[in-house]
């Protein structure tokens, strides 16, 4: 075969390749994608790769003697450089897929790119304009060429490919099965194309392995369905397990929910059948306790839906550490009642006397320790310890709660403060939680600036502990004596509040209640009841007003009492409505003070204090 027609058929090669190469690029970048890494490296594969071709047919028709020398040089470097820029984004794509952790990669690379392209174009101009080429024509045909410039582009060849098979071995692990078809059909043509042309068979293109790498890295890796179905199906599979874990925590909830409900339900019946008033007061103990076992999972959901809406606030008061240290103490006990569990229980004689910080958040942290403790806790023992560390005018109060409980797996710490996170829940099916406590902990301590960690193993039990900084408070130890009757301390006797709610059994509630500071009390079942009221020219001292009301809202009832001429009474909102930002939003309204249901009984006595005491 004359060398013409090797020419012949090497330039129709590339023309089809060319013309193959221009579709599937077109075809790429007509269709939408995700944009990752590893396509934009690939976006530059597939372009250098039709430059490449492109480069290549202008030099083999301009390697026909006749043509300026220059013409010629300048179309085979051109075509050499762009077989270079492939081969250099090809390693930079194996590098993309064999990385593990690609920040590290976007740090090096937005520090070295500028330097790294302004050097490329350099070293591309030198070799383009300044190094000599030399070539050999066998008639009117260019046979070969030689000289520094192709001594320079065979050393960056050579480079480049020890770079991509070093980068295969070394990290194959880390490149996924259906990359390693291209990257081997790249090594393998590569090696066939270099053994041919040391045979003298020049036929076969550099070219022609290019885009068949290239075609089948389209099909296997960097195809844009694909991408978009895997992270399509990645979406999908994140929705499914949030989806999971609503509904699990939803009957999880269902079933926490009944079992306090339970109780009440059952003790209340049994009341209502019983004449020996000491069972009677037995039975309301136990209802009060399952009430509280209520309201501390609504809080809980309460809690949550602050921290999501980034409106749980720490509020720092002065406190006696040594006090809610001892009432936690207490509150455990009860929690273990009859249970083989020994309390053993060790506090800092050194505490300051007085600290600064949210007691209230810190207690709530501590007693949900103890509570898990005692809950994953069969037999044996629980410690809990307080210690404390003082600099200047903190107090670091470091508290552990150690129990020779269950245990927690390793594969299940990580997760442990992840909320609606509960573990071995067959095992444990006996044992009630929302799996929110600990989630909720951990927020308040990183709220706190605190720390909270885990030490466990598993079926040998756990550690729990806390580290939070409190500010000391200096002062002289105040020896109180508690009044014991409270009406007669907030002197209240006889003042007149008006109840405005809609459900007759709250209504109940709260006159039974505001009855004990010995109040009068009327109540109403409706906005326009008490507006009628008012209107009547009836007094009042105080207003609790629901705000779910039909027909009327607590809201709108309070607007129009706003409107009335002389209107001055305090209107405190009293309802049901807790959930994140609610208290703020009816104080907004314009509401003096806002109460949550159900009414506890010492925010009910800080809002009597403060609006009916005449001291
Ligand atoms: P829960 O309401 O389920 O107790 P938490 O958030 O307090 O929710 O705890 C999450 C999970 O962590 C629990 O369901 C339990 O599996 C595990 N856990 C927490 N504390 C302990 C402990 N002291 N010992 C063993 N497992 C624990």
Redesign the pocket.
């Known amino acids: 075969m004359s060398v013409e027609t090797l020419k012949y058929i090497s330039i129709t090669v590339s023309i089809v390749c060319f013309l193959f190469s221009g579709i599937l690029a077109s075809l790429y970048f007509s269709k939408k994608r995700i944009y990752t890494k590893e396509n934009s490296v690939y976006d530059a594969l597939i372009l250098s790769n039709v430059f490449c071709l492109l480069s290549e047919i202008l030099f083999y028709f301009s390697g026909f003697a006749g043509n300026s020398l220059y013409i010629i040089s300048f179309t085979e470097k051109l075509y050499f450089t762009f077989n270079c820029i492939w081969m250099y984004f090809h390693t930079i794509y194996m590098i993309v897929i064999a990385q593990e952790d690609n920040s590290k990669l976007n740090k090096i690379n937005f520090k070295i790119k500028k330097s790294f392209v302004l050097l490329s174009i350099l070293f591309i101009a030198f070799f383009i304009f300044v190094l000599p080429i030399k070539h050999s024509f066998e008639g009117n045909v260019l046979i070969s060429s030689n000289g520094p410039s192709m001594i320079f582009m065979f050393m960056v060849s050579i480079i480049l490919i020890l770079l991509n098979v070093i980068i295969i071995v070394t990290k194959k692990k880390n490149i996924e099965r259906t990359k390693f078809k291209p990257l081997i059909t790249f090594v393998v043509l590569i090696l066939i194309e270099m053994i041919l042309s040391m045979a003298g068979f020049k036929l076969l293109l550099f070219t022609l392995p290019m885009t068949l790498v290239t075609f089948i890295m389209y099909h296997t890796i960097e195809n844009p369905d694909i991408k978009l179905v895997e992270q399509l199906n990645i979406a999908k599979n994140q929705a499914e397990k949030a989806n999971n874990a609503k509904t699990e925590f939803l009957s999880n909830m269902s079933h926490e929910i009944r079992t306090p409900l339970n109780a009440i339900d059952g003790f209340s019946q049994l009341i209502l059948e019983e004449e020996d008033i000491k069972i009677i007061k037995d039975e309301a103990r136990d209802i009060m306790m399952a009430s509280q076992n209520l309201l501390e999972i609504v809080n809980g959901i309460l809690d949550i839906s602050k921290i999501e809406a980034n409106k749980l606030e720490i509020v720092k008061v002065e406190y006696e550490p040594r006090k809610i240290f001892d009432e936690l103490v207490k509150l455990t006990k009860a929690r273990i009642g009859e249970r083989p569990l020994e309390l053993k229980v060790s506090i800092d004689k050194d505490l300051p006397d007085y600290l600064n910080g949210d007691y209230v958040r810190i207690k709530q942290i501590i007693l949900?320790l103890l509570t898990?403790?005692v809950?994953?806790?069969k037999k044996g023992f629980i410690e809990f310890n307080v210690n404390s560390v003082k600099k200047d005018n903190i107090c670091r109060l470091i508290v552990s709660v150690k129990?020779s409980?269950?245990?927690?797996k390793k594969e299940d710490l990580d997760r442990?403060f992840t909320k609606f996170?509960?573990?071995?829940i067959e095992k444990?099916m006996t044992i009630e939680?929302?799996?929110?406590?600990?989630?909720i902990?951990k927020k308040l301590v990183d709220l706190m600036g605190g720390k909270i960690v885990v030490d466990?193993v598993y079926g040998k039990g756990?550690t729990?502990t806390v580290g939070i900084d409190q500010r000391i408070v200096t002062k002289v130890k105040e020896a109180k004596i508690e009044p014991k009757d409270e009406t007669k301390k907030m002197n209240i006797k006889g003042k007149k509040v008006l109840i405005v709610d809609d459900n007759l059994i709250n209504l109940k509630v709260a006159a039974r209640l505001l009855s004990t500071y010995k109040l009068e009390t009327e109540e109403v079942a409706s906005g326009f009841e008490c507006l009628q009221k008012i209107e009547l020219g009836q007094k009042y001292d105080l207003i609790l007003m629901d705000d779910m009301m039909p027909k009327m809202s607590g809201v709108e009832t309070f607007k129009k009492l706003q409107k009335m001429e002389g209107f001055n009474i305090p209107v405190i909102a009293l309802t049901a409505n807790a959930i994140a930002g609610m208290k703020e939003n009816y104080l907004k309204e314009g509401f003096n003070d806002y109460i949550s249901k159900p009414i506890d009984k010492k925010e009910l006595e800080r809002v009597l204090k403060k609006y009916l005491n005449t001291k």
């Open positions: 949900n898990n403790a809950k994953y806790t129990d409980g269950i245990g927690i442990l996170e509960r573990f071995e444990n939680g929302t799996g929110l406590g600990l989630a902990t466990s756990s729990f």
